[in-house]
């Protein structure tokens, strides 16, 4: 028998970006292994209640397509005889947005959907937890996508969150070549599979997502003179790192995985010369 994802989840993207996400926590264990689906340039999906996890693949494909969120929401639970079991939440290319809710989903169970974002849930507190997961939307504009979500996250939590409790939580945003070495879309991929307080685990795997994977622009790295030439030099020293500068350098950062925020020696990200001073 399956079982039933009760849980809240925002389907959203930041179009000026080109980013596409889904968040979700839910009283059930791995919970970003089924709810949060996206693509670059195509757009998100999240299944749950009685999740299909077929609409995930399925809806990015038809969103590929060129079919818009309402009609994915009704080519998905159209052909789908548990549909009325189901809760699914979608946003495409065009930050069009539709939500979901069949007829038997468990009480609170609803959604709402606006510009860019579509948020639901079910065995809820009430209705609270998807106005505060819109309302948290709306008024984050022009912050990070990725931010956004986790502010929507512990927003939905402080307003009741799934009424039997916490247990899992999951951050996913998609963007063209943003994630590691630009070789994949995966720009954040992250889980809590079973904790007490998946929510705030979530935000401090995405601090620790962001110091080693963060970028910072090319007009803010530092350029390293022949006095932090020779402070960089002694403290990899004292850390074991012995060679020229530049080797040094790369070596530490592939021990430490910053190796996305150093390019050779000549010029330094202030994120890794204030964590290289930190030890």
Known sequence: ???????????????????????????????????????????????QALANPGYGPNGLALLAEGLSAQEVVARLTDADEGRADRQLGVVDARGGSATYTGSECMDWAGGLSGPGFAAQGNILVGEETVAALAATFTASEGQPLAERLLECLAAAQAAGGDRRGQQSAALLVVEKNAGYGGLTDSLVDLRVDDHERPVSELARLYRIHSLLFGKT???????????????????????GYQGDLEQALEDWAGTENFEERVDGAGRIDPVVLEELRRR
């Open 1 to 47: 028998m399956a079982r039933t994802v009760a849980t809240y989840s925002i389907a959203a993207c930041a179009l000026e970006a080109g980013q596409w996400g889904v968040a979700t926590q839910s009283k059930f264990l791995a919970v970003g292994s089924i709810v949060p689906w996206a693509a670059a340039g195509v757009g998100a999906v999240a299944t």
């Open 217 to 239: 622009a090319q007009k803010d790295w530092i350029d390293v003179d022949e006095e932090l030439r020779t402070e960089l030099a002694e403290r990899l020293h004292r850390l």
